[in-house]
């Protein structure tokens, strides 16, 4: 794709020049302006949102710093650096993020997908004893954009998933990101503050073969020491309380109402929680808790059983 040449006179920061703008030019001017947010994060948004724009691949950039850029594409351009200066995560400017085999839309009324989650759905389709054949129903409890229940649901194509959230923005951006794989046939959207939408119901109580969630565990102490990105995050899907284990409390309590015999319940869990976590889930009946470990080592995966009757 060969790109229109840029107007002569183009703004890089607070300057004009008289040169049409490069794309070599502009991931220079990009790395300097964001250098607030250092070195590595400068380059790989620079990167990014060039790509982005440009609709190319990274390599291209590499290979075609001196090509043009049209006007109105280096203006697009910069102005997505200067939001990426105050923080603004590149998923929220971009509107998508990645994860596992998905592109998902996300915004400002649900969490970015982060790596660790991607060991949750690992450990499921690992551990869980389902195949690609089995006809079983979950629900992805917090669901914010989907990300678990979709992968799940696209692993398992007979399995029946609820996707359920306190927000119905993001239960608004589950169903675009559901529809977009064709998996609405097979989804229910359910906005709850956890299970409080099943809890009146005296006769015929909702029940899953297994609930899967990736509850708030920020812990009070550590909220203000996070990264300015996540002010721009949801902060009702990060907060988990004093310690960060309300969710996990609640839940494995609740749970076991709404879990068939030999249900499964699994967590994504912070660093450190583990062991508390475990411990609620023995204390509330469960059988056989399992702590799957994350790439660095970390124990970011509880899963436990109901009982057989």
């Keep these: 794709m060969k790109l229109r040449k840029a107007s002569p006179a183009l703004k890089l920061g607070s300057s004009r020049t008289k040169q049409a703008a490069t794309i070599g030019s502009l991931l220079d001017w990009a790395k300097k302006f964001l250098k607030n947010?250092?070195?590595?994060?400068?380059?790989?948004?620079s990167e990014r949102l060039l790509e982005e724009v440009l609709g190319m691949e990274r390599a291209f950039l590499f290979l075609n710093e001196k090509e043009t850029v049209s006007k109105p594409l280096a203006q697009?351009?910069?102005?997505?650096?200067?939001?990426r200066r105050l923080h603004i995560p590149v998923a929220y400017l971009l509107r998508k993020a990645y994860f596992w085999d998905e592109?998902?839309?996300?915004?400002?009324?649900?969490?970015?997908?982060?790596?660790?989650?991607?060991?949750?759905?690992?450990?499921?389709?690992?551990?869980?004893?389902?195949?690609?054949?089995?006809?079983f129903t979950f629900l992805d409890l917090g669901c914010g954009s989907g990300i678990i229940g979709i992968a799940l649901a696209r692993n398992f194509p007979y399995a029946q998933v609820t996707f359920c959230d306190i927000s119905k923005k993001a239960l608004q951006v589950t169903k675009k990101n559901a529809a977009r794989y064709g998996l609405l046939k097979r989804s229910e959207f359910i906005c709850s503050d956890l299970?409080?939408?099943?809890?009146d119901s005296a006769k015929n109580v909702k029940k899953w073969d297994a609930v899967i969630s990736n509850p708030?565990?920020?812990?009070?102490?550590?909220?203000?020491?996070?990264?300015?990105?996540?002010?721009?995050e949801p902060e009702i899907a990060l907060r988990g309380g004093?310690?960060?284990?309300?969710?996990?409390?609640?839940?494995?309590?609740?749970?076991?109402?709404?879990?068939?015999?030999?249900?499964?319940?699994?967590?994504e869990m912070g660093a450190g929680q583990a062991k508390k976590i475990k411990s609620f889930v023995i204390k509330q009946g469960y059988e056989n808790p399992e702590v799957f470990k994350d790439y660095l080592k970390i124990d970011r995966v509880l899963m436990a059983r109901v009982p057989k009757e």
């Design 37 to 45: 947010l250092g070195s590595m994060e400068a380059t790989a948004s």
């Design 76 to 83: 697009s351009y910069r102005v997505l650096i200067q939001k």
């Design 103 to 135: 592109v998902l839309e996300v915004n400002e009324s649900c969490l970015i997908p982060r790596p660790e989650t991607e060991i949750l759905v690992e450990s499921f389709i690992k551990h869980a004893g389902f195949t690609e054949k089995c006809r």
């Design 195 to 199: 299970f409080s939408h099943w809890e």
């Design 216 to 232: 708030p565990y920020v812990a009070d102490e550590d909220w203000h020491k996070m990264e300015p990105e996540l002010s721009h």
């Design 242 to 267: 004093k310690e960060g284990l309300v969710f996990y409390r609640k839940i494995s309590c609740e749970a076991k109402r709404f879990l068939n015999p030999a249900g499964f319940l699994f967590f």
